[in-house]
């Protein structure tokens, strides 16, 4: 089993920037990918950001590309991703997610594992 606890959440106003983390524990670290969802009210879990095992590569959502940043640190068994120029349509639900089998997949279900979940508000 694995346990990922997300943080970092918060307001923020539009233009501001926040870093969300996601520890992890019970299983390998350097053995999961890891990505990040958001979900905002009334509409489906959609991808932001993945990042393979080792840190090597990533992938992003063109919503984001350019303004977020992920990255892992596997000495810390921790996930982060640095968001800037927020915007209000940013405003959602995040999730941090584990993968044993897909690399930086895009889909919810190529993750098995998933976490509370963290809430950023981007107000205008």
């Known amino acids: 089993q694995v346990q990922l606890v997300e943080s970092g959440g918060g307001l923020v106003q539009a233009g501001g920037s926040l870093r969300l983390s996601c520890a992890a524990s019970g299983r390998t670290f350097s053995s999961l990918a890891m990505g990040w969802f958001r979900q905002a009210p009334g509409k489906e879990r959609e991808f932001v950001a993945a990042?393979?095992?080792?840190?090597?590569?990533?992938r992003y959502a063109n919503s984001v590309k350019g303004r977020c940043t992920i990255s892992r640190d596997n000495a810390k068994n921790t996930v982060y991703l640095q968001m800037n120029s927020l915007k209000p349509e940013d405003t959602a639900v995040y999730y941090c997610a584990a993968s044993t089998v897909v690399l930086h997949g895009t889909r919810p279900d190529d993750y098995g594992y998933w976490g509370q979940g963290t809430q950023v508000t981007v107000s205008s």
């Open positions: 990042i393979s095992w080792s840190g090597g590569s990533t």
